[in-house]
T-cell receptor, first 116, second 114 residues
């Protein structure tokens, strides 16, 4: 079963607007960590932002922020004032618990196109 | 700044041949990973390691071996390459706790098996 699901395959938005990308996850662990990554057209995969499950405040980094809705097992990525260079594929990921190694589960990605 | 490098960046191999993909990280991370990325499948974990000398099977290990001779290096080995292994392969490293508790990816290797 898919542990991390991104239902939006692709999204197009106008430049300088705000976009939200959805992600839902499944876990039985009381402690888990949620991540968003960006893959550019060149193929480079870059870490953007992280939310720890025990934190109530939504994480924010630059013009990226998260909408963490724990009861809904949802972690949305919000990009404000989108720029052309935000066009990319965005992956949501989850790591469970406090194991001595990391085991990440990735969603299949959402392709974002920012239109000038 | 985290740094993960992969070599080669592009590789053409013949069916039945041996292919070795190399990964080096200068982050001093304990954990390293090999993924393949295919359209429609996203990132799939092949092998991972949580320290020098250790390798563990991921979700799709069949047809692949891994080697972690040192903290910095992690190799993926295709002993008998097949066309179905044509893909883009990513290596990643990851730390534990704080800002390092994420994965840092290499630039990827495009492998074509003819």
């Amino acid at each position: 079963a898919q542990k991390v699901t991104q239902t939006q395959t692709s999204i197009s938005v106008m430049e300088k607007t705000t976009v939200t990308m959805d992600c839902v996850y499944e876990t039985q662990d009381s402690s888990y960590f949620l991540f968003w990554y960006k893959q550019t057209a060149s193929g480079e995969i870059v870490f953007l932002i992280r939310q720890d499950s025990y934190k109530k405040e939504n994480a924010t980094v630059g013009h990226y922020s998260l909408n963490f809705q724990k009861p809904k097992s949802s972690i949305g990525l919000i990009i404000t004032a989108t720029q052309i260079e935000d066009s990319a594929v965005y992956f949501c990921a989850m790591r469970e618990g406090n194991t001595g190694y990391q085991n990440f589960y990735f969603g299949k990605g959402t392709s974002l196109t920012v239109i000038p | 700044e985290a740094a993960v490098t992969q070599s080669p960046r592009n590789k053409v191999a013949v069916t039945g041949g041996k292919v070795t993909l190399s990964c080096n990280q200068t982050n001093n991370h304990n954990n390293m990973y090999w993924y393949r990325q295919d359209t429609g499948h996203g990132l799939r974990l092949i092998h991972y390691s949580y320290g020098a000398g250790s390798t563990e099977k991921g979700d799709i290990p069949d047809g692949y071996k891994a080697s972690r001779p040192s903290q910095e290096n992690f190799s993926l080995i295709l002993e008998l390459a097949t066309p179905s292994q044509t893909s883009v392969y990513f290596c990643a490293s990851g730390g534990w706790g704080g800002d390092q508790d994420t994965q840092y990816f290499g630039p990827g290797t495009r492998l074509l098996v003819l």
